[in-house]
């Protein structure tokens, strides 16, 4: 059990969007992307070993211990959208390059460079001339652009989020990503990540944009407007 002051995890962020609600069951999975994507409640990777074991999580609230909260454990509720996060201070960087075309290698080369300066990337997108990639860490942003320039044209945006709209995704569920989109019209999108992960479609958009997309998202998977 994990106690903290709200019951349970909710369906979008409360600090930003009205009437959200709390979320009464979570599989392991979709409990973690939640997490990575900014649920402050758990670590990504603290409920890993009680996923392993089968043991199951319960968040509870000390101010309402008679409260419901949110169990999280292996049990995947088909066809289902849980809820949507947000990931702050994320800057993306896209490398195009003639040379990408037709070539191996190209993509190692570039990895290679966010590994060399201990880098994590967060989303990725690629075309037959480029690649788009999101990262939280610019401590060494000037270094890597640097490298990346020997090997094409560099463009950075900084100031932006990514928002993920987590549940169960699988690409054989008709008509989800539709709705997803639909919800997203109105928000410009720098990048989208999907078919990574079946629990998780990722939007990349410009923090000042962030409000309006999570509203967006609430009215159209949970309030239906």
């Known amino acids: 059990q994990i106690w903290t002051d709200i019951d349970g995890m909710h369906n979008n962020d409360p600090r930003v969007v009205g009437n959200t609600e ?3 069951q979570l599989n392991f999975e979709e409990a973690a992307e939640l997490a990575y994507f900014g649920a402050k409640i758990l670590h990504p990777t603290c409920v890993q070993p009680a996923k392993f074991a089968g043991i199951p999580v319960r968040l ?13 454990d292996n049990v995947l509720l088909k066809g289902k959208i849980k809820a949507v996060a947000a ?12 040379r990408m075309l037709f070539a191996t290698g190209f993509l190692r080369k570039v990895f290679e460079i966010f590994e060399c300066y201990q880098t994590p990337i967060d989303m990725i997108t690629t075309s ?31 100031d932006m989020c990514i928002v993920c709209v987590v549940g169960d995704l699988d690409w054989s569920n008709l008509g989800f990503e539709t709705l997803v989109l639909d919800a997203m019209k109105n928000i410009p999108v720098r990048m989208i990540s999907y078919g990574g992960s079946n629990y998780n479609i990722s939007f990349l958009i410009r923090e000042s944009d962030k409000a309006r997309a999570l509203q967006n998202l609430s009215d159209v998977l949970f309030n239906k407007k």
């Open 87 to 98: 990931k702050d201070n994320i800057t993306a960087i896209k490398i195009k390059s003639s």
């Open 22 to 24: 709390a979320i009464r």
């Open 60 to 72: 509870k609230n000390t101010l309402d211990p008679k409260a419901e909260g949110t169990i999280i």
């Open 128 to 158: 037959e001339v480029g690649v788009s990639m999101s990262i939280d860490n610019t401590t060494h942003l000037n270094e890597i652009v640097d490298e990346l320039k020997k090997y094409g044209t560099v463009t950075v945006d900084s």
